[in-house]
């Protein structure tokens, strides 16, 4: 389970506000992940970053900003400008892209918008 | 794009008995297929995985079929414990480039009762 953190576990927000959830990793993957787990809907990819300094958008990216200045470290942004942001966010890395090596997930932040 | 449908939603087994989930994909070129499992409240984790050159793989009381005709491939687990209980997910992806993201499926609920 260890080498990949997330922070907070627990997250609330007023409306109107943005909000960046915390994902570390010191397993030296070269790609790290976001994604949105609401129930039912299974897990949605926010966005991707395949090396430092470059990110893609997933399915779901609008209302989101991420950066990747770091290897080890990939923050997103949830902006006043999603408009359904309470959800559970996981954040996952892997060696490369799905189909090169096993994605590991971090803890996962709740975010809660009042 | 690719699609990846899960069922059951909603799985109840005998401790004891076998529980196979079920999914199919959309995209022929697909060819990495992992499953996850969820324990409430924590992170999803790897259980199994196959790829598109083999048909089946066993790991334990796990295992894994995939028909590459069809576009479905299947989890299967023999004498379940309680401790199975947890949501699985199953997940599809293409090897190499930028399209080697997982696309997942919403999961199934798997009730083991003693």
């Known amino acids: 389970d260890g080498g990949i953190t997330q922070s907070p576990k627990y997250l609330f927000r007023k409306e109107g506000q943005n909000v960046t959830l915390s994902c570390e990793q010191n397993l030296n993957h070269d790609a790290m992940y976001w994604y949105r787990q609401d129930p039912g809907q299974g897990l949605r990819l926010i966005y991707y970053?395949?090396?430092?300094?470059?990110?893609q958008k997933g399915d779901i990216a609008e209302g989101y900003s991420v950066s990747r200045e770091k290897k080890e470290s990939f923050p997103l942004t949830v902006t006043s400008a999603q408009k359904n942001p309470t959800a559970f966010y996981l954040c996952a890395s892997s060696l490369g892209l799905a189909g090169v090596g096993e994605q590991f997930f971090g803890p996962g932040t709740r975010l809660t918008v009042l | 794009g690719e699609n990846v449908e899960q069922h059951p939603s909603t799985l109840s087994v005998q401790e004891g008995d076998s529980a196979v989930i079920k999914c199919t994909y959309s995209?022929?070129?697909?060819?990495?297929f992992p499953w996850y499992k969820q324990e409430l409240g924590k992170r999803p984790q790897l259980i199994i995985d196959?790829?598109?050159?083999?048909g089946e793989k066993k790991d334990q009381r796990i295992a894994v079929t995939l028909n590459k005709t069809a576009k479905h491939f299947s989890l299967h687990i023999t004498e379940t414990q309680p401790e199975d209980s947890a949501v699985y997910f199953c997940a599809a992806s293409k090897h190499g480039g930028s399209q080697g993201n997982l696309i997942f499926g919403k999961g199934t609920k798997l009730s083991v009762k003693p």
């Open positions: 196959i790829r598109s050159n083999v």
């Open positions: 995209d022929s070129a697909s060819n990495y």
């Open positions: 970053s395949q090396i430092v300094n470059d990110f």
